[in-house]
């Protein structure tokens, strides 16, 4: 099953009960218990003779835990399986947390 819209991108990150009322855009403007997740996203469109049909999506996913929670990671990665994904972990001192990057791209169609 592909991806076609960044709303689907999404829905499937919510499937996760892990992360169930704890994703956001970009940042939370309250604070939250760990595991939680943010998503970004940019993209560029394409299309041939000056008419851009199709719109790429760079999306990002970002998963905060206390401690490297490779079990949920797995379930991101399987969550996003028809694409080719990504990731990147690191330690952030100054939080006292990990920080764990997905990144993939899908296209998206312009009506």
């Known amino acids: 099953m592909m991806i076609y819209s960044i709303k ?13 009322g704890k ?7 309250t ?3 760990l595991p939680f997740a943010c998503y970004l996203y940019d993209f560029d469109t394409s299309g ?5 049909g199709v719109q790429w999506i760079d999306f990002k ?3 905060y835990a206390e401690n ?3 079990a949920l990671e797995s379930k991101i990665i399987k969550l996003f399986a028809d694409l080719e994904i990504d990731s990147d972990s690191e ?11 997905f990144n993939f791209r899908f ?3 312009i009506a």
Do not use: C, G, P, W
């Open 8 to 20: 689907e991108a999404i829905n499937r990150l919510e499937t996760l009960t892990e992360l169930s």
């Open 23 to 29: 994703i956001a855009f970009d940042h939370f403007t």
């Open 31 to 33: 604070e939250k218990t």
């Open 48 to 52: 041939a003779d000056d008419y851009n």
């Open 61 to 63: 996913i970002e998963l």
């Open 68 to 70: 490297r929670d490779i």
């Open 91 to 101: 330690y952030l001192n100054d939080e006292r947390m990990y920080m764990t990057v």
């Open 107 to 109: 296209s998206q169609k």
